[in-house]
C-alpha cells in the first residue's frame, strides 16, 4: 500500500487522484536540484540525451551533435517533442527562433519541462517557466520578487526591495516557505544561499514556477504531507 504519509493526504483528502499521489511520493527534492544544474553546466551532452531519451529521441546522436557543436540544432527538435509531451504547442519556427536567439533559456525552460514530465508524466499545457519569463527575471528581478512574496502571503513591497537591494536575504526568507509547500527538504538554507547563491535562486524560482500551475487545493494537500 502507499506510504503512511500518502495514505495521510488520499484518506484526509479524498477528492485527489492517483497522478496527484505521485506529485507528492516525489515532491522530496526542489524540481530544479543543485546536482542537475551543476550536471547541466558541466555535461550538457549527457544531460540532453537523458531529456532525448525521455520523448523517444535518439538520446546518444542528440549527445554527440551537442558534443560538436550543435547545441541550437538539437534544441529545436527537442523543444518540439518535450512541448508535446506536456501538451505544449510550439511550432518548428517558434523553437529555432528561441534556441537561435537564447539557447541557455530555452534550453532551462526544456530541462524544467522535462522534470516536471519526470514527476508525473504530463503537464498542463503550458511550461512550468517560458523563455519570456526567465528574461523577466534575469531584466526585472524586483518583480520576481514581488510577486513570489505574493505567492507566500508577505509584503509585495518587502519582496520588491529585498530583491533590489539584498537578493540574499530575498532567498533566505522566500526559499524555505517555497520548499514546505512543495515538501522539499528545507535544511541548510544558510549554507546553499552563501555557497551556491545563484543555483540556489534557480531552485526556488523554478519551484515557484511550478507551484504557479498547480491547482491551490493540491497545495494545501502538500501541506498535510508536510505536517504529518
Known amino acids: 500500500g502507499p506510504a503512511p504519509h500518502i495514505q495521510h493526504l488520499v484518506g484526509t483528502s479524498p477528492q485527489y487522484s492517483a497522478t496527484h499521489t505521485v506529485i507528492v511520493a516525489m ?73 537561435s536567439a537564447c539557447a541557455p533559456c530555452y534550453f532551462y525552460s526544456l530541462l524544467a519541462e522535462y522534470q516536471k514530465q519526470k514527476r508525473h508524466e504530463g503537464g498542463h499545457g503550458q511550461w512550468v517557466v517560458g523563455v519570456p519569463e526567465l528574461l523577466r527575471a534575469q531584466c526585472l528581478p524586483f518583480l520576481v520578487g514581488r510577486d513570489m512574496y505574493r505567492h507566500i502571503g508577505g509584503s509585495a513591497a518587502r519582496g520588491a526591495a529585498c530583491s533590489l537591494l539584498c537578493s540574499s536575504c530575498c532567498l533566505w526568507e522566500v526559499g524555505p516557505e517555497i520548499a514546505s509547500r512543495s515538501g522539499v527538504d528545507v535544511d541548510g538554507v544558510c549554507f546553499h544561499v552563501c555557497c551556491f547563491g545563484q543555483c540556489y535562486a534557480r531552485s526556488v524560482y523554478t519551484e515557484y514556477m511550478y507551484q504557479r500551475n498547480v491547482k491551490p487545493e493540491f497545495l494545501s494537500g502538500l501541506a498535510l504531507v508536510t505536517d504529518s
Open 27 to 99: 515532491a522530496r527534492a526542489w524540481l530544479m536540484p543543485l546536482d542537475l544544474q551543476c550536471r547541466a553546466a558541466c555535461c550538457p551532452c549527457f544531460v540532453v540525451e537523458d531529456m532525448a531519451d525521455s520523448v523517444d529521441g535518439c538520446g546518444a546522436l542528440g549527445c554527440l551533435a551537442c558534443f560538436v557543436g550543435l547545441f541550437p540544432c538539437v534544441l529545436a527538435p527537442l523543444g518540439r517533442s518535450i512541448a508535446e509531451k506536456s501538451g505544449i504547442e510550439e511550432s518548428l519556427p517558434m523553437a529555432c527562433v528561441k534556441a
